[in-house]
């Protein structure tokens, strides 16, 4: 900055308080969670679980992690009344405790019966591995599988070792077509969940027959545990229709009287009203209401958890979304398809400007967009349109593929003299085989294309 | 340098992990404590702060130093405790209570620990004033730096900090805004 630093900043260089309170008492107790603690992995349901539930309220960790407690130690806290109920079950319950039992598919165990709160899971069973049955209290049953303890959902419980038709899914969006109310596992008689909005988007980690198991992104409802839906209650996520996303960075909000007003924009927000003006009415998660513009808004409230981890990851990683500015860019573009609006951007941005044609189903501006220099292979326009009337599930898998990535992997950019490659790579973990590259070459005019089936 | 050592650790050990802490603990518990204006969370913030870095494989990579990479964390965690702060309202019975809550009290004794008057200005300042003040006068972070940590764009955090001081600097000194140029 320009203008000098005030005299009294100095007074701010030590503070707040006078003492230390990061005591060597604290970093001890830190210690000594971490051992206890262990390190969790991040795998299976786990994953999909902490990445989709608000990112897994950090106060249930650690009131989970107390010493006193459920691991090994004997627990000094009241548990609740033990009554084992009789809770209706349309499968067969788990009536006789005794003897070893197996889990139906990967679920979590929670530290209390039927969590209400955004509490974490604080393990997860695996299926073909014993676990005893230790209580049972309203369709919970607190279990131990190899030493971890706790409650999980008593609908998984089965006393064969094979049945395991839960399976865990690489994660899509679905959108709730009319409000709707959901289960806390499948085959629920009486949906015993929360209740969702119309336009409330949704995110499939598992399938068990005809029901899907979804992942939500909630502030005002506490819940816990598991969701379960009947896949003929949601519809396939729709750019059009789906009412919950997240704003673009540089989107300017306003309220009812035209000032400008503050929303994160990794938030989740509703979209309330599409207005005639090309403008949305959005209610934020703490609930603001405010107005912006239809471009700002990005139908998917799950790809925010993504683009967040930037923060903590290397730079090489570049951001699936533009930018409010970007998006004003691409709206010039897209109308005229002018490639000298083109001149100067950099092959990642192109590839965002083709991830967005690719979106909102614009098939003359994705054809644009690749080369169309002599020699590449790139069939004429009419062949292409062709081809693609001939396949009707072309949209919906093309979105999927997109929110597949946008939600779970991460970009970076790789230039030679006339030729880029976006890499995209799981966001965590994941192999060199998992890798994928996205080809984009320069054309005569110096100009970034997109390559012919650009990625393999 | 620091940044040179920690980048190459692939997975933090108990003495990483206490290194870690005697080096960057106060300050972490600081920035949350900026964040959230409550000791209390400031407490469990820190503490996740640092199992969250312990638990999974380390990511620094030296692009930044490592206080801004563990503020970076810090922010999130803050960000995630205030949204399920309502939820300990229904937290069933027979969870333990976590220990040393005082709600508002702490506020009332603030006074007389504070290592100097004008942090009782600077706490008393809007949320968004008050950290990119003292992410600029404390922790000295350049514009680009402040811009990367909160996800605002550099032209934002320019003008909002130039706000923060004026804002500050009329309540410190009482009403007149006595900065030289």
Redesign the interface.
Known sequence: ?S???????G????????????TEE??K???R???D?G??G?SGIWMYAASGL??A???????V??P??WFGTKP?????TVTPQATPQPTEGPKPMVGDFYAKGETGLY??PN????EAAVFTVKTGVPLKVLDISGGYAKVNQDGNAGWMNAWYLTKEKDEAPVDAVEPYLMFAGSAVTMSTNPEEIEPSGPEVAAGKVVKVVKEFQDWVGVDIVT?DQ?YGGELWLRKTELMDWDPAMAMEGVLR??AVIKNGNGREI?V???NSVFVEEKMANGRYRIRS?DGITGFVEARDFVPNPFIAENE?RR?????MTENWLMTSEEMKGYERYAASRDENLLRGLPPIEIFRYYVQAQLNRDEKTVYALLIQDQGHGVPDFETYMNDISHDPGLAQRTWRLWDRLMMGYRLGEEVESGQATITIRPTFGGTEEEVRGFQLLRNKAGIWKVAWLPMQ | MEQDYWRFVE?FS?ED??EL??QH??E???YA??LTKR?DW???????T??KV???PN?Y?G?SSMQT?LF??T???AF??R??AF??R???????E?PGREPSAETVAMGN???????ET??ALPA?YREL??L???YEMS?KEMA??T?L?VGTV?SR??RA?RK??EM?EGGGVH???
């Open positions: 900055m203008e000098h630093r005030p005299d009294w900043y007074r701010m260089k030590a503070g707040p308080f006078r003492e230390r309170t990061f604290r970093m107790e830190i210690g969670k971490a051992r603690g390190r969790r991040r608000a990112v309220s950090v106060l249930a960790l650690v009131l992690l107390q006193v407690g000094s806290m009241t548990m609740p530290t209390v969590p209400h709160t955004k502030y506490p960075q540089g503050e994160p924009w990794f998660e967040r923060l903590l990851l290397s730079v | 997975r108990p992990l206490n802490m005697r603990g106060q972490v518990w600081n404590y900026f000791k400031a407490d469990d913030i820190a503490q996740e640092f199992l312990f638990r999974s990511r990579r692009e990479w970076a964390i922010r999130n965690c995630n405790y949204r399920s939820l300990r229904v937290i069933p019975v027979g969870q333990p976590r620990q504070l290592a100097d008057e004008i942090w600077v706490m968004k003040l003292v600029d006068a404390k514009l990367e940590l996800g764009p320019k900090l130039s001081r500050a600097a410190w900065e030289r140029a």
